[in-house]
């Protein structure tokens, strides 16, 4: 009798050979595979052609990417998934995520090379940047946030906000989409030296200069003032230590009216029967690539509760990080 109770190993496979799909899609944007088919379901053939490679490669993609779920095939043609159509077909995107998939590919899948010796001691592995893997780095980093700011403003109610303080963020784009679905909202955004220029041509771009104010103050250490409804701390708590977290969320606390929202998107270890893959995953991303911290959620609430905000509710945004939404007490 055949003996049934030893699992098999299919779920041990499909992490260890993840890199391979991983790669593959790389390569399938970088060649412009989704948008060879476009227009319309193609084959191996005609993808070969549009692509400038061998039949044999775009099979290969082409074949890789259906079993992934990012193609259909049917009777030798491979059409376009809504996924890939949203997102990995270039200009015809809701939102282009090629510069995140060239980032992925350029800097940060060779960077985890390095992540045995950050296993073995705690510290980051080296970048070794120039200005050309900078600028792919900022480009696909910015693409990213994108999609993040996108959720975001599709799944967190600001609806009854009118004076926000975005704080210290990576991207105007959170406090933008908000801004966009609430025409009454007016934004202050206090960002780190540097940050505001380009915060200002995100806002112009937006066609909310008339809603919008820009301020500079360090993030670790400045005291915003004033009376905000709803403030976003969103992609800072990754960035700063333990004590400076707990700060800035006390400083956040005195510039808020009693009731306001507070809204702490970032990824988190939880305490979940099941921990979240993508926010665990992104715990050694942060680490191997620049040292930075995914903390675990209690500790957030720690500090949260310690400086007067009481949590509500966790909102998880599709293929991005979570957000908290607190309320001032």
Request: one cysteine or more; proline letters at 3%; glycine letters at 8%.
């Amino acid at each position: 009798m055949m003996n049934t109770t030893t699992p098999d190993a299919a779920r041990i496979l499909d992490i260890a050979t993840g890199y391979m799909a991983s790669k593959q899609l790389f390569e399938a944007s970088r060649i412009g595979l989704f948008a060879a088919v476009s227009g319309g379901a193609a084959t191996a053939a005609e993808i070969a052609e549009r692509c400038g490679v061998s039949e044999r490669i775009a099979r290969l993609l082409a074949d890789a990417m259906a079993a992934k779920g990012l193609l259909d095939r049917s009777g030798g043609e491979y059409a376009l998934t809504e996924e890939a159509s949203a997102y990995l077909t270039g200009a015809d995107s809701v939102i282009d995520l090629a510069p995140f998939l060239a980032f992925l590919s350029e800097i940060s899948y060779p960077h985890w090379l390095q992540f045995a010796h950050t296993v073995d001691t705690a510290e980051p592995g080296d970048l070794q940047m120039d200005d050309a893997r900078w600028a792919t780095f900022m480009s696909g980093v910015m693409t990213y946030n994108r999609l993040h700011a996108q959720e975001f403003g599709r799944l967190v109610d600001l609806s009854a906000a009118t004076n926000a303080l975005d704080f210290g963020g990576l991207s105007a784009e959170f406090a933008l989409a908000a801004m966009a679905r609430n025409p009454e909202l007016r934004t202050t955004f206090l960002y780190a030296e540097g940050f505001e220029g380009g915060v200002a041509e995100a806002i112009a771009a937006a066609g909310v200069a008339d809603r919008a104010r820009v301020e500079i103050g360090d993030t670790a250490t400045a005291t915003p003032q004033g009376d905000y409804d709803a403030v976003f701390a969103n992609h800072v708590i990754h960035r700063f230590s333990a004590q400076e977290n707990a700060q800035i969320f006390r400083s956040l606390r005195a510039a808020a009216l009693p009731g306001a929202t507070l809204t702490v998107l970032d990824f988190f270890l939880d305490d979940d029967v099941a921990q979240r893959g993508l926010d665990a995953l992104h715990a050694g991303e942060y680490l191997v690539i620049d040292g930075t911290v995914v903390y675990p959620e209690a500790e957030v609430r720690g500090w949260l509760a310690d400086a007067g905000w009481q949590v509500r509710e966790k909102v998880a945004l599709p293929g991005s990080p979570r957000v908290l939404v607190a309320t001032a007490v």
